[in-house]
């Protein structure tokens, strides 16, 4: 079936285009309102009664070719709705470029719309009808781009097009894809992540590719995925009830370099057993060099909470917890020594009734961290030493009491888009990591901690050959290969609509092999080529 467009009948979609950088064939526009602002306070701008009962509804702007399409349509119909995903900018990013941006005008930051969403199948069969939902911009550094990211929070739960096996949750993710010229690179390093960790139980989102209409406007291809969240159907921990104080919950953390812009209870400082230097991990035995993880002042990362807790009590007890299992991994590592939490886990003390690899299985979910720490070997991610790298642990009734790596997230900067092992040779989620400003040098604790350790380097090895031996690599890059031949046609309107493939103000982040491609189909060769070599490398490293 032919795709569809269609002009949109409101006059609160018929605004004129002020982008001289976004022109279509498709009788697409963004528009240039007045900002709407932000109250801070995360909730709907928009009131549904000032909608006009004899004003029509939007029109569906795209019949589905190749991808199912998500129709979203605001309730408020005021000339300026549209602000809602085209002006804001997550704050700490705005506050950032307004540092070195003389003149900057602040954005507004993300707010709730109010909308409803409407699911159409490639058959042409409505999944969901005019559901009620509110619709913001979400992320970090993504959100400054022309082409946002958004959250979609259903008033009722929703299954989103048999995403993890049919799951029915609030809230959903439309990923833009807006530096990733193949737009394949978070789609297939979930899909190796569902081979990895999710055949070992732990949680990876699902994901899939659909066209968005935004009031009739075609607004491109997106990557629908999950939110990272605790519930039984994704990172299933002890959820916390509202209000309650004690510390046997479960606690969803990102170890993040943004942590410090969170509220004070959702965020703590971690010593690192006092910035212990480590060897990072090169294949040569860190050829003698070591390294640091604390670079001091902005430069430090530190945990953010991602789950909701409600005391000082519940805040205290996680962090203490979190620095001391990473002491008993670094003294495990570096000076094979057990230390062991006492009863109420508040603090740790030597022990010799247990080898240290056993104190360390005791608070950590070993094969998580070496399934997370295989992924990210794999992706070579910019943003490994810097945030998006998620861990949990779960003290309520029936939780394990071990910090657990899994929800992997973010790679649309991974997998050769970067000039980040762009050859896709060498070792590098472990090793001496620059930032992405190649400013200074530093690398991801928990990824090197245990990275010298025979035992730890077995369960690598097992885990690479079973996975690889399956097939689990080649059909991820063949996925990429025939996904993106089969959609063709939907790319190609995306990049109509955007453009940013041959004028893209993010391709200075790119590598020179990335940012030299010109269509979906070259980007996405090249991907497959880069993943290629990189699991041939890794492969000659580690299958047994």
């Known amino acids: 079936m032919a795709a569809a467009f269609v002009m949109c009948v409101s006059a609160a979609s018929c605004s004129e285009s002020s982008s001289s950088s976004v022109e279509s064939s498709s009788a697409v526009n963004t528009s240039s309102q007045a900002e709407k602002t932000s109250d801070g306070s995360g909730e709907s701008k928009a009131d549904s009664s000032s909608q006009k009962e004899d004003e029509p509804e939007y029109e569906n702007a795209l019949e589905p070719d190749g991808l199912p399409v998500i129709a979203i349509e605001t309730l408020d119909r005021s000339d300026d709705v549209m602000d809602f995903v085209t002006k804001p900018v997550a704050k700490h990013v705005s506050k950032s470029i307004a540092s070195w941006s003389p003149g900057y005008r602040m954005p507004p930051e993300p707010y709730y719309e109010e909308c409803t969403v409407t699911v159409t199948d490639t058959d042409g069969s409505r999944l969901i009808s005019a559901a009620p939902a509110d619709v913001k911009v979400r992320g970090n550094w993504t959100t400054n781009y022309e082409k946002k990211p958004l959250r979609i929070k259903f008033s009722e739960k929703q299954s989103m097009l048999g995403l993890n096996d049919g799951a029915e949750m609030k809230n959903w993710l439309l990923l833009a894809e807006y530096k990733d010229f193949s737009m394949m690179r978070n789609r297939a390093a979930l899909e190796i992540a569902k081979s990895l960790l999710g055949e070992d139980g732990y949680y990876s989102a699902d994901s899939r590719f659909v066209e968005v209409t935004i009031n009739g406007e075609y607004w491109g291809v997106y990557l629908l995925t999950e939110q990272q969240q605790i519930n039984q159907n994704r990172i299933d921990i002890t959820e916390a009830e509202k209000d309650y104080q004690g510390s046997d919950i479960g606690y969803f953390m990102e170890f993040d370099g943004y ?136 003290f309520g009734e029936g939780g394990n009491k071990k910090l657990t790596f899994e929800a992997p997230w973010d790679f649309d900067s991974a997998l050769g888009n970067k000039n980040r092992c762009a050859d896709a040779q060498g070792f590098y989620a472990a090793n001496i990591l620059k930032d992405v400003n190649d400013q200074y040098k530093t690398i991801n604790p928990w990824l090197a901690v245990l990275m010298y350790e025979d035992w730890y380097q077995d369960i690598i090895k097992e885990r690479w050959t079973a996975v690889y031996d399956e097939g689990a690599f080649d059909d991820a890059i063949k996925m990429v290969t025939e996904e993106s031949e089969s959609i063709t046609p939907a790319f190609d309107r995306n990049y109509d609509r955007w453009d ?30 880069w993943l290629t070599d990189r699991v041939e490398f890794l492969n000659g490293q580690w299958h047994l």
């Open 259 to 394: 942590y410090v812009n969170e509220d004070d209870l959702n965020q703590f400082y971690v010593t690192y057993n006092k910035n212990a230097e480590l060897i990072p991990y090169d294949g040569e035995g860190g050829s003698g060099k070591t390294i640091q993880c604390l670079r001091g002042g902005n430069n430090d990362v530190g945990i953010t909470i991602k789950s909701d807790i409600y005391s000082q009590e519940q805040h205290d007890f996680i962090a203490s917890y979190v620095n001391n299992v990473y002491k008993i991994m670094y003294e495990a590592a570096y000076n094979d020594k057990a230390y062991v939490f006492n009863d109420d886990y508040s603090d740790i003390e030597e022990t010799t009734d247990i080898t240290a690899r056993e104190a360390v299985e005791n608070v950590v979910d070993v094969q998580s961290l070496a399934d997370s720490y295989i992924l990210c070997e794999i992706a070579c991610d910019a943003d490994i030493y810097w945030s998006s790298f998620f861990m949990d642990v779960d």
């Open 500 to 529: 940013n493939i041959r004028h893209n103000g993010a391709a200075d982040e790119l590598c020179r092999r990335a940012k030299n491609c010109k269509t979906q189909l070259e980007a996405a060769e090249y991907l497959a080529e």
